[in-house]
């Protein structure tokens, strides 16, 4: 069982940033693929970001340039540094963990074992 804790969402102004942390149990934290996705009211689940035990990393379009996922292993813990954010930006952000390290769908939430509770980005115009 992995349990995945999301903190660092908030209401933040068009232009700024913040930093979305995702701390996960599990003694193997460094072979999963660690995704990011979104969901804002009225539309469906969006994948943002993922990385993989080699630090490969995959964006969503809209977020390229702009945000950056990263990953500490000695923390457990999985980053998504949140740039020049737009109120488009605004969701729910969740974090997910796939143990079987896969990477060819990692764009796609159908991988992903588990799940976190989400935290809540606001970007006001």
């Known amino acids: 069982q992995v349990q995945l804790v999301e903190s660092g969402g908030g209401l933040v102004e068009s232009g700024g940033s913040l930093r979305l942390s995702c701390a996960a149990s599990?003694?193997?934290?460094?072979?999963?693929?660690m995704g990011w996705f979104r969901k804002a009211p009225g539309k469906e689940r969006e994948f943002v970001a993922a990385?993989?035990?080699?630090?490969?990393?995959l964006y969503v379009d809209s977020v390229k340039g702009r945000f950056t996922i990263s990953r500490d292993n000695a923390k457990n813990t999985v980053y998504l540094q949140m740039s020049s954010l737009k109120p488009e930006d605004t969701a729910v952000y969740y974090c997910?963990?796939?143990?079987?390290?896969?990477?060819?769908?990692?764009?796609?939430?159908?991988?992903?074992?588990?799940w976190g509770q989400g935290t809540q980005v606001t970007v006001s115009s």
């Open positions: 997910a963990a796939d143990i079987s390290a896969g990477w060819r769908t990692a764009a796609s939430p159908d991988p992903y074992h588990y």
């Open positions: 990385i993989n035990w080699r630090t490969y990393t």
């Open positions: 599990g003694r193997t934290f460094s072979s999963y693929t």
